[in-house]
């Protein structure tokens, strides 16, 4: 017997196929700072030694993570606008995913850090009248950025509602 | 008196007439330097045991005194505000000026609130959140502070400057009011407010104005009082989360010292046989904790609920709700700004047979969370009572609060007596460590075993309450054993949906959906729902937001 069950799908749209540097980098200058932090610990006020063998374990578990997690975010991160909703899936290791109606966005923002404006990328965030349902689409093409702003503002506009 | 509100012209409608910058109350030169004073206390004492130490050089003190004076005079002379063009101004600081405007049919909320020292000169801080203003992170408009029933008219006339207006994206839930009686009814501003302090009972001739402040007022005109706070149910006060907290607080506190404390008497021989006075002595400590715990919490529940007063205004549209011993507070909840309600019955409260219920609303500032309590720790009849009636405002009021709700299913289940043994398991293992560690008896081990039995019935308990239901005008949702909390959060008040799932759900097919609202918690969560069925509600609860992006998948 085939039993079936209506879910949601993956959005149509991925991020940009640079999108993994940017979280990449994002990941070493992390450990970088762990780094740093682990040499204050131990060696500036040693709490604790460190020793090599432990400085290995370290650089491979970032290693680890500034490989597997810009990758997992990649596979993840995906985006799509229908006429009347946005529809947003983001995370590495919980999926999350966001649907908000056009007719409740209430503002749209394009932002870039220094990693992604190196790399030609930015981050679009729509937000709604609830904290809790901001959604986010980062790592996307600056032009696709441009492009996807200035059609929620123009869909969005269409529909100007209370938004609450 | 220079800044008295120009308005011997008691016809005028304060919102329309006025286009010139208004002062805060005079009075507030009083009040200013005495909050000042309190906030830079730290700074103050370090400045003069500094002084002391540095051979009494009397320069430092007047400067330490008269530095708080001036900064409140300063900010009482760069605060002004106007209400122009249909927008209400806000100019204030001292070094870094701000002007924040608000547009008056963005206003949601006003509330008023009025400490101790704002009482005795009788005034009101009048609080205004505008549509947004939570989500967006933007300032609230904070008036500090206005005559009472300057106070009181100035909300009047924000909340119902135009009762189309607020209830248009609503159309039909409310009873239709009387314009022209709302209109023309904010003449209490014109009254120079001259009786400084006590309790106004009385509101005079405001027709719109509700109530006066301090322990049991009056309704004021024709409100309807729905609800008044009977002083016996401060028995409940011991029971709720605040309480838990408080001795959470205390137990943390006290185990600084306590913690050696009871070292010693390990290292003493308590567990001995025949050492009966020291076990007598630790039942008397956590007896002294529960007492003193107690004592705390109806102590807080003194102060936040006394003198409580529901009531609806004449006209049908807002509540108004006065609480407060010393500092009082009076929200008005617009019932067009209503989207539901929160039915708490955390665990204490609950096997006590009380429960308290909170509304939800748009627009109230993020120090409440959105919610305003309607209905403190009560028998759990007045909750239900009150709920319906709230309810009652916006839709049908009976299902929601007493329906039989969807459970989540056996893998829900079983995902909850798993959480709780591993907690179990950590707190257990953590023990064990401690023990080690601090070279006690082998015999505190069984200890750690303790957490398990109070885990399974939490889990048995919180998987029996997990569960959910759509009506066609609500969204129910049950959670929480400890916290236990069932809310009812009104279907068009849904502003999008996130939903997740953590690895662990994804093999169990499970999500956790939230329904994102500008209201309250400004999101309430529905844990561990199977997916196809979380899939389902939200598709049911806003008709076509999610149709073009759902799938057919054979399972």
Not at chain 2, 106 to 117: N, P, Q
Not at chain 2, 131 to 158: K, T, W, Y
Not at chain 2, 227 to 251: I, S
Not at chain 2, 371 to 393: C, K, N
Request: hydrophobic share 45%; with cysteine; glycine share 10%.
């Amino acid at each position: 017997m085939a039993v079936t069950s209506v879910v949601l799908r993956d959005p149509a749209h991925r991020v940009a196929r640079r999108a993994p540097l940017m979280w990449a980098a994002g990941g070493l200058v992390r450990s970088g700072v762990g780094v740093g932090l682990l040499l204050l610990v131990s060696d500036a006020w040693h709490w604790f030694p460190m020793p090599a063998a432990a400085w290995v374990g370290y650089a491979v578990v970032a290693a680890c993570y500034c490989v597997a997690m810009p990758v997992l975010r990649y596979r993840l991160h995906r985006w799509e606008t229908s006429a009347g909703a946005v529809y947003t899936q983001t995370g590495w290791l919980a999926r999350e995913r966001r649907v908000a109606p056009m007719s409740r966005v209430q503002t749209v923002d394009v932002s870039q850090d220094p990693i992604s404006r190196l790399l030609g990328l930015a981050t679009v965030t729509v937000t709604t009248a609830s904290s809790r349902g901001p959604l986010q689409i980062a790592g996307l093409a600056r032009p696709v950025a441009d492009d996807l702003v200035a059609e929620l503002a123009r869909r969005a506009e269409a529909l100007v509602g209370d938004a609450t | 008196m220079t800044d008295e509100p120009t308005s011997p012209t008691v016809t005028e409608d304060p919102l329309v007439a006025d286009a010139q910058w208004r002062r805060l109350d005079l009075r507030m030169l009083l009040v200013h330097p005495v909050n000042e004073v309190l906030r830079y206390l730290p700074a103050l004492v370090g400045v003069f045991l500094l002084g002391r130490s540095l051979d009494g050089d009397r320069w430092w003190h007047l400067a330490a005194v008269g530095v708080p004076v001036v900064v409140g005079v300063l900010r009482f002379v760069t605060t002004s505000y106007r209400i122009t063009g249909g927008q209400l101004q806000l100019r204030r600081g001292m070094v870094r000026r701000a002007e924040l405007t608000a547009r008056l049919d963005r206003i949601r909320t006003v509330e008023l609130t009025s400490s101790l020292i704002h009482r005795m000169l009788g005034l009101a801080k009048v609080e205004i959140g505008t549509a947004g203003s939570v989500a967006g992170g933007g300032e609230r408009l904070r008036l500090d502070a206005l005559p009472r029933r300057q106070a009181q008219a100035l909300r009047a006339a924000l909340l119902h400057r135009s009762p189309s207006a607020a209830g248009a994206p609503d159309a039909g839930s409310l009873p239709a009011g009387e314009p022209g009686a709302a209109r023309g009814a904010a003449p209490a501003a014109a009254t120079p407010a001259s009786d400084g302090g006590g309790p106004e009972a009385s509101v005079g001739s405001g027709v719109e104005v509700p109530v006066g402040a301090g322990p049991g007022p009056g309704p004021g005109g024709d409100d309807q009082v729905l609800l008044r706070l009977d002083p016996r149910w401060v028995r409940f006060a011991p029971l709720t989360t605040a309480g838990l907290v408080v001795a959470a607080a205390v137990a943390g506190a006290s185990s600084q010292f306590a913690g050696p404390m009871v070292g010693d008497l390990i290292d003493g021989g308590l567990f001995r046989p025949g050492s009966a006075p020291a076990g007598l002595l630790i039942a008397g400590a956590v007896l002294a904790v529960v007492l003193a715990v107690s004592l705390l919490a109806l102590l807080g529940y003194l102060l936040n609920y006394w003198g409580l007063t529901l009531s609806r205004d004449r006209a049908g549209r807002s509540l108004h709700v006065v609480r407060g011993l010393l500092t009082s507070r009076e929200t008005s909840i617009e019932i067009a700004r209503l989207r539901g309600v929160e039915y708490h019955e955390p665990l204490g409260l609950r096997l006590a047979g009380g429960a308290r219920l909170d509304a939800i609303v748009t627009g109230l500032s993020r120090r409440d969370a959105g919610s305003a309590p309607v209905v403190p720790p009560a028998p759990r009849e007045v909750a239900d009572r009150l709920g319906a009636v709230v309810l009652g405002e916006i839709g049908p009021a009976g299902a929601p609060l007493s329906m039989t709700l969807t459970g989540h299913g056996p893998r829900a289940v079983r995902r909850r007596y798993q959480r709780a043994l591993a907690a179990a398991a950590v707190l257990a293992a953590g023990w064990a460590i401690a023990v080690l560690l601090a070279g006690w008896t082998a015999w505190l081990l069984p200890v750690g075993l303790l957490p398990w039995l109070v885990a399974v019935p939490l889990a048995a308990d919180r998987a029996r309450r997990l569960g959910h239901a759509l009506t066609p005008e609500y969204l129910v949702t049950r959670a929480h054993s400890l916290r236990g909390r069932r809310v009812v959060l009104l279907r068009r008040g849904i502003i999008g949906w996130n939903v997740r799932q953590t690895v662990f759900q994804r093999r169990a097919g499970l999500v956790t959906l939230t329904a994102t609202t500008a209201a309250g918690k400004q999101g309430y969560r529905l844990h561990d729902v199977p997916e196809p069925d979380a899939t389902a509600l939200a598709d049911h609860a806003t008709p076509g937001l999610l149709t073009p992006f759902l799938v057919t998948v054979g399972d």
